[in-house]
């Protein structure tokens, strides 16, 4: 063992099938955990115990800054030049309300010691610590170029803030933990809050990161099949720079013995009159594995299900569109556990009649009267999701989190794991949850959430007037030097990295990847199933059926049926009981729409596509049940598709804000490419429209809704077309007969396939969200034949170009580009513009044509680019992508030619076939989301969603 370390404890977790190794460096007193095991994918991770003092925002700026740049790693930023030339599986960086973390993962043994230096260089040598100006990139500015221009606050984090705080779900949450513990570090918003981050000054955020950022307030993980001796001598030769430091951050809260139990608070709504209330209490604390497992169980107890004792009293009493639950069931979110139930969408004057329905609830478990399918359900459910935690591409990522959480109270990382004893306590009977209950049910708080229009429009004005204010005040020289300022940074936006920075930057060679590529496990049973053999305890199963004979008007209609289904009655059995027999067999059915395209003859096929996982003792009950769910499932009740349409439009408006990016894609792909067109309808934008309109005018369209839903029931699922696949450690007999008895108990229809037209219309279309910035897409079609450069294209333009033009410089929180088969998409996200984003999107073919990359750099680009065939799988995975890329006409021979397009393209060849085709961006039509109002671009379609 390194001498350098202190063994302090170790053995084997069986929750999680790893054994591990603490230790702690003898000279600075560090702290590292070692997960032993045979996985491939390592994983390594560096965090530090940051405790908020404000809401400025700076443990958020300085996890975003110490990766700009640093001693040893000289470029503007060494994160993204990782990204150009990384085999790396994960690699990010994250703020919580009491850690700052940096994990990385990798296959590749030269690149994972690549990636570890790389970040421990960053933590403890950031060049922020002698250049300002990646303070003010990163976390905020006073932006003005021209003496009679107006100044304006920019910023990444500042950017990224205000889109987050943009959100109602995001302010609501917030305000909890200002509510629960006042005067305590939750109550800080650690992200930042926008109007407090114009405050911090670069003096500040160096002194938090001198006092936080010494290897004695650090946490290390490593992951893997790694060598762990190589693994401390490599990170000993950081730490061994420093002495031990006492760190007086020791976590610690203090609850006022008397707060108030009933609270009103103002949130941001532009469109509604309703409010939210939210009945919250502290169930424990949060480093007691016990406590933090009760409280998720009796999170899904209350309102996970359907069934679900509160939930079906709220959907009862039709008082409100949705019952959410959050359970502090995690980590990095204060010392304690606890549980919030809020009621969405619901009248003013409701919240005693809210609080009154939770505490029956509460009060009926004190009382041991359980809903005992209900219970077992849930418990099901928990089991079955810790136990497939396992299985996860990054697993090991997912584990450090969990240990530094529970390690930054001084306690065992291997506690974050002794889930097993609570388990078999929930299991052995209802007692020790009931018990539970009576402890902490004791002091809740209520809180009213009413809607206020234009929210923030008093403090942008105040902001506004200061900004004013203060370039008034300042003289002629001073004004000057902050023009000055900008410019400075600007330059260093655009300066070109010398070639001795990048050469600082360490890489893989080409030499260094294989030739041939993993292969994808696939074995064909029948003509129509499929399984694939994957180390694996739990069943993972696909059935896929061909809709092509339903006319596409009805898309939208079988978007919003399969939502439905394993969530409505059958013909055998209530609704309820379904629901309960569902989770106590699996661990979900679940139903959705897609398109897949074969991309050898260029057919279109649309599914229907059920998708389970279970255990193997399982297999036969999950199959008589999807049986039941595709051949009875009854629509006709109006009751409960109106409540499902609530909760949809909720949980979408809820949502909207993080999957704008994904929505501002899919319709630029629309523009173009048919398959995109009918995908909007199956399981895109266009189904969300169509629920806000069913939710506005629900009883004028209530039975024609339900006559076309009872009507795809008779027509969805046909034995035409049919195909199964599954994955899992071994065939299952029993298995492949239920699926063969199921095929042929189908009935096969001589309705001919619907031949979609194309009816592309190129339009510039906004949809109008409650936000403070916007969300870009444009997107072309690539007429391409699976060609593999085009990863190598996506490299260049996504990291080269447009995060140096759309983040670096324009101040967006990100920008990305996605490269299919046949398409290319680029974004933004987070943005504080509109036209000038689109503007350099357009010019993507002009950067093209003028990029100059030296064969070193280009070669970076292209390891880069491989990822694709050497990324990690969860389990299960490589099963389902087998099946598809099956589906889709693709071969073993395609995927190694597109690999090895990858590893033999020049820059010349991309030019020579790319640039015209990003021509196409030039008039392409865009597709954007943000708030109401001129933001210079003609549209042709303006659609609010809020």
Not at 435 to 445: C, G, I, Q, R
Not at 564 to 576: F, G, H, M, N, Y
Not at 613 to 622: G, L, M, P, S, W
């Amino acid at each position: 063992m390194n001498e350098k370390f202190s063994l302090v404890e170790s053995g084997f977790i069986d929750e999680i099938s790893s054994a591990y190794k603490i230790f702690t460096h003898n000279k600075t007193k560090a702290r590292v955990i070692k997960f032993e095991n045979d996985d491939d994918n390592k994983a390594f991770m560096i965090g530090f115990r940051t405790i908020p003092e404000n809401s400025k925002g700076i443990m958020h700026i300085i996890e975003h800054a110490v990766l700009s740049g640093s001693k040893k790693y000289t470029t503007k930023e060494p994160f993204m030049d990782l990204a150009k030339s990384s085999l790396a599986t994960f690699l990010n960086a994250m703020t919580f309300q009491n850690m700052t973390v940096y994990p990385i993962s990798s296959r590749n043994a030269k690149d994972f010691y690549n990636l570890m230096d790389v970040y421990l260089d960053a933590v403890f040598n950031p060049r922020l610590l002698t250049d300002k100006r990646v303070f003010l990139q990163e976390g905020t500015r006073r932006e003005i170029f021209n003496k009679d221009d107006e100044i304006q606050y920019q910023g990444v984090v500042y950017n990224e803030m205000k889109g987050a705080m943009s959100s109602s779900e995001e302010f609501i949450y917030q305000a909890m933990q200002e509510e629960m513990y006042p005067g305590n570090y939750p109550a800080f918003n650690s992200g930042g809050d926008p109007y407090e981050i114009i405050k911090l000054t670069y003096d500040e955020l160096l002194d938090y990161y001198r006092r936080h950022y010494h290897p004695s307030n650090s946490y290390t993980v490593l992951y893997g099949d790694g060598d762990v001796d190589a693994e401390l001598e490599h990170l000993d030769e950081f730490l061994s720079a420093y002495d031990y430091k006492e760190i007086p951050n020791k976590i610690g809260m203090t609850l006022a013995k008397e707060s108030k139990k009933f609270i009103e608070r103002a949130y941001p709504n532009d469109v509604s009159d309703k409010h939210n209330y939210a009945y919250s209490f502290i169930t424990g604390d949060i480093d007691n594995t016990r406590d933090s497992i009760m409280t998720e169980f009796l999170s899904k107890y209350l309102s996970y299900f359907s069934n679900s004792p509160l939930k079906k009293k709220i959907q009862e009493m039709g008082i409100a569109s949705d019952l959410l639950s959050y359970s502090n069931y995690g980590y990095g979110n204060g010392n304690f556990t606890d549980i919030n139930m809020i009621l969405k969408d619901a009248d003013g004057g409701k919240a005693d009649i809210f609080k009154d329905a939770v505490e029956e609830e509460l009060e009926n478990i004190k009382a041991g009267r359980i809903n005992g399918d209900i219970y077992d359900s849930a418990l099901n459910l928990m089991d079955f999701t810790l136990k497939e935690f396992a299985n996860t591409a990054t697993k090991g990522i997912a584990l450090a989190l969990k240990a530094v959480a529970m390690w930054l109270f001084d306690k065992s990382p291997r506690a974050a794991f002794a889930y097993n004893a609570t388990l078999e306590e929930l299991k052995k009977d209802q007692s020790a949850f009931i018990n539970f209950v009576k402890d902490v049910h004791k002091d809740a708080k209520l809180i009213d959430f009413y809607p206020v229009k234009d929210f923030y429009k008093d403090r942008d004005e105040a902001e506004r007037k200061a900004l004013d204010e203060y370039k008034a005040s300042l003289s002629d020289e001073e004004l000057e030097a902050l023009i000055k300022e900008n410019e400075d940074l600007k330059a260093m936006q655009e300066a070109v990295d010398s070639k001795e920075a990048l050469a600082s930057i360490p890489t893989l060679k080409l030499s260094d990847l294989p030739r041939d590529i993993e292969k994808l496990p696939l074995e064909k049973i029948s003509d129509s199933a499929y399984y694939s053999k994957e180390d694996s305890k739990i069943c993972y199963l696909n059935l896929f059926f061909d809709i092509s004979h339903i006319a596409e008007e009805d898309y939208v209609k079988v978007a919003n049926l399969v939502d439905l289904l394993a969530d409505i009655k059958t013909e055998k059995s209530s609704r309820e009981k379904l629901e309960t027999d569902i989770f106590k067999t699996t661990g979900a059915i679940n139903f959705a729409a897609s398109v897949v395209k074969n991309y050898k003859n260029g057919k279109l096929t649309p599914f229907v596509q059920c998708s389970a996982k279970f255990t193997k003792d399982k297999a036969v009950d999950a199959m008589k049940l999807i049986d039941e769910i595709i051949k009875y499932s009854d629509p006709s009740d109006e009751k409960v598709l109106k409540m499902n349409v609530l909760e949809s439009v909720s949980d979408f408006d809820n949502n909207v804000l993080n999957i704008a990016p994904a929505i501002a894609m899919d319709v630029a792909k629309a523009q173009s490419l048919e398959k995109e067109r009918l995908t909007l309808k199956l399981h895109g934008i266009e189904k969300f429209i169509h629920l806000k309109e069913l939710k506005a005018n629900f009883d004028e369209l209530k039975d024609k809704e339900i006559k076309d839903y009872e009507s795809l029931m008779k027509t969805m699922f046909r034995k035409d077309g049919f195909i199964s696949h599954y994955s899992f450690e071994g065939r299952i007999a029993e298995l492949d007969k239920a699926i063969a008895e199921l095929e042929a108990s189908l009935e096969s229809m001589d309705a001919p396939a619907i031949n979609v037209e194309k009816k592309r219309e190129k339009k510039n279309t906004k949809f109008i969200v409650s936000s403070k910035v916007y969300f870009n897409g444009m997107a072309t079609d690539l007429d391409s034949d699976n060609d593999g450069d085009v990863e190598v294209l996506r490299q260049i333009l996504s990291n080269d170009y447009l995060h140096t033009e759309i983040r670096a410089k324009g101040g967006a929180y990100g920008d990305g580009l996605s490269a299919g088969i046949d398409y290319l998409a680029e974004f933004t996200f987070r943005d504080p513009h509109v036209a000038r984003s689109l503007g350099v999107m357009r010019k993507s073919a002009e950067f093209l044509e003028g990029c100059e990359l030296d064969q070193d750099e280009l070669e970076r680009r292209k390891i880069a680019s491989t990822l694709k065939f050497n990324k990690a799988y969860g389990k299960g995975q490589k099963g389902k992508l087998a099946f598809v890329r099956m589906l889709q006409g693709l071969t073993e021979e395609d995927d190694l030619k597109a690999y090895r397009e990858i590893l033999d393209t020049d820059l010349d060849k991309l030019k020579e076939k790319y640039v015209d085709k990003l021509k196409r961006l030039e008039d392409a039509p865009v597709a954007v989301i943000g708030p109401d109002g001129d933001d210079g671009i003609e549209y042709d379609n303006i659609i609010d969603i809020r």
